[in-house]
């Protein structure tokens, strides 16, 4: 059974962390932060963050792997 959470969702978390970014970042910084707002309690929380980002399409590759654009 899933218990339910205080605070923000981890779609609402990420969201919040895109909207503060003011320069290309990388997705490994971008998980990073959303985790600090949103902990992660599985085996990789940072993967569930990237898989949410791309899933979404919530950001925009740059010419160096791994830099996001919003």
């Known amino acids: ?10 779609k609402q978390a990420t969201v919040q962390v895109l909207a503060d970014l003011i320069t ?6 971008i998980a990073r932060r959303v985790l600090e707002r949103y902990p ?13 980002l791309h899933a979404h ?3 925009g590759v740059g010419r160096a792997r791994g830099v996001c654009r919003v």
Do not use: F, I
């Not at 059974?1 to 981890?10: A, D, N, S």
């Not at 599985?42 to 949410?52: I, M, S, T």
């Open 57 to 59: 399409e919530m950001v």
């Open 24 to 29: 290309p970042t990388s997705v490994d910084e």
């Open 40 to 52: 992660g309690t599985g085996k990789n929380p940072a993967k569930r963050v990237r898989d949410l």
């Open 1 to 10: 059974m899933q218990v339910k959470r205080e605070g923000p969702t981890l």
